[in-house]
């Protein structure tokens, strides 16, 4: 009873932070660990996080346009899978589709709050500050109940009914839904790299493609790596010297290799 409690505090947070994203629970690596912990069973919510983080992020919202919903995606796969006993591979494949589901369920909420703003707008006449901030919790905590309220329904189905419509999928959907999801892991890799790529971070990217390869580093000797690089790399950056030493630094402003290089 503790862990289905715990549970819908997990799923009401995620939901919440959808809109606030202050703490990032929505997000699959925090969501999906978090409600494993409190299943017991860290491993498979980690594992499933993990794998699902890497889909969403080709999830973003653009100007008007509602992506998926991670949170219900997360949270609804984590507990199909923590605490229903299915596959990490069946949850992943299943996430598609109640992302899609959440996205429904945000632009319904979304709709809805607009008649709050409006009340918040009507209290702010009146002087009520006390009314406004009803009105922005009210919506707030809809945010929660959207995620909750799923999280809920799923928990309350027997694990055999669970189980049996899992497997009464075909073949066929659920392994197309991997294949999607491997395609969004393209997209998602796609529109970080073409918001980070620039002519001098181009080498580092290849050069962790290089250090993946060795199989005697693990992601900590990985870690540690682009750790030491990026402290040098910001040693030798002008800038950073121009702070340093007071103005002694390299005036040619432009990459900190370029600049060494320039001084042969």
């Not at 109940?145 to 659920?174: E, F, G």
Request: with cysteine; glycine share 10%.
């Amino acid at each position: 009873m503790l862990a289905v409690i715990l549970a819908l505090i997990v799923a009401f947070f995620a939901g919440m932070e959808g809109i606030l994203d202050q703490f990032q629970f929505h997000q699959p690596i925090i969501a999906c660990s978090l409600i494993g912990l409190v299943t017991g069973h860290p491993v498979e919510g980690l594992l499933l996080g993990g794998q699902l983080q890497i889909i969403a992020l080709g999830w973003m919202n653009i100007g008007a346009a509602v992506a998926p919903d991670a949170a219900l995606a997360s949270v609804a796969s984590a507990i199909l899978v923590c605490m229903k006993g299915s596959s990490v591979s069946n949850g992943i494949a299943l996430a598609i589709p109640l992302a899609v589901a959440g996205q429904v369920l945000t632009i319904l909420v979304r709709s809805i709050t607009v008649g709050l703003a409006h009340g918040a707008d009507a209290q702010a006449k009146k002087g009520s500050f006390r009314g406004v901030e009803v009105m922005h919790i009210t919506a707030l905590m809809l945010q929660g109940l959207r995620i909750a309220l799923p999280a809920a329904l799923i928990m309350a189905v027997p694990s055999s009914a669970v189980m049996s419509a899992l497997n009464a999928i075909p073949d066929v959907i659920t392994k197309g839904l991997a294949v999607a999801g491997g395609f969004i892991v393209a997209v998602g890799y796609a529109m970080v790299i073409n918001m980070m790529a620039t002519p001098q971070i181009w080498p580092f990217f290849f050069l962790g493609f290089a250090l993946a390869a060795v199989s005697e580093l693990n992601l900590i000797a990985m870690g540690v790596i682009g750790l030491v690089i990026a402290l040098v790399y910001l040693q030798l950056s002008p800038q950073f010297n121009k702070n340093s030493n007071n103005g002694g630094g390299s005036s040619n402003g432009g990459d900190p290799i370029d600049d060494i290089l320039n001084d042969y």
